[in-house]
Antibody, heavy 117, light 107 residues
Framework: EVQLVESGGGLVQSGGSLRLSCAASGFNFDAHWMNWVRQAPGKGLEWVANINRDGSVKHYVDSVKGRFTVSRDNARNSLYLQMNSLRAEDTAIYYC??????????WGQGTLVTVSS | EIVMTQSPATLSVSPGERATLSCRASQSVGSDLAWYQQKPGQAPSLLIFDVSSRATGIPARFSGSGSGTEFTLTVSSLQSEDFGVYYCQQYNGWPRTFGQGTKVEIK
């Protein structure tokens, strides 16, 4: 069974940093691109970033470029999101999402990031 | 950026009735279109990929159609467990983008 378990969310002040982690199990982690998708309270879904199988290719939504960095450790079956210079508008649930031929076939339960201004 | 627009924002449907949800892309996305369902307090889950292919375990009452810029998700006979918010998403271009969602509620 595919499992994606996020951790690392919490309350942080504006301008601060946070590192999210996602522990993957139940599938060959290094065979899949991986994504981060977020959802602000009461709002819709926003794709944030993704990373290819070996970590050499990364894409970001414009609003986080230069502030967020996605990475992975295939030996640990883990995905990460380093978030710097956080803003109030980054407040959201962050989901770790498996990529399957570019669509999103498995989602974690999410971790809540709250940025206080 | 490809903008995805869903309509209506809210759809009130009685159990057993047909529900039709629409999704429009600001430019062609070919067949690179997925639909997701989100129930309150839960993560989204994949319903449909490549416009019309049902994900594993998705019942046949869910069907997708369309191409290019106009897409439709149809639920032929709505069940109580089908109420929630539905999102379309394109994976043809960067960034990946979602529609704003259609909330399907009990009439």
């Amino acid at each position: 069974e595919v499992q994606l378990v996020e951790s690392g969310g919490g309350l942080v002040q504006s301008g601060g940093s946070l590192r999210l982690s996602c522990a993957a199990s139940g599938f060959n982690f290094d065979a899949h691109w991986m994504n981060w998708v977020r959802q602000a309270p009461g709002k819709g879904l926003e794709w944030v970033a993704n990373i290819n199988r070996d970590g050499s290719v990364k894409h970001y939504v414009d609003s986080v470029k230069g502030r967020f960095t996605v990475s992975r450790d295939n030996a640990r079956n883990s995905l990460y999101l380093q978030m710097n210079s956080l803003r109030a508008e980054d407040t959201a649930i962050y989901y770790c999402v498996r990529d399957y031929w570019s669509y999103f076939d498995h989602w974690g339960q999410g971790t809540l990031v709250t940025v206080s201004s | 950026e490809i903008v995805m627009t869903q309509s209506p924002a809210t759809l009130s449907v009685s159990p057993g009735e047909r529900a039709t949800l629409s999704c429009r892309a600001s430019q062609s996305v070919g067949s690179d279109l997925a639909w997701y369902q989100q129930k309150p307090g839960q993560a989204p889950s994949l319903l449909i990929f490549d416009v019309s292919s049902r994900a594993t375990g998705i019942p046949a009452r869910f069907s997708g159609s369309g191409s290019g810029t106009e897409f439709t998700l149809t639920v032929s006979s709505l069940q109580s467990e089908d109420f929630g918010v539905y999102y379309c998403q394109q994976y043809n271009g960067w960034p990946r983008t979602f529609g704003q969602g259609t909330k399907v509620e009990i009439k």
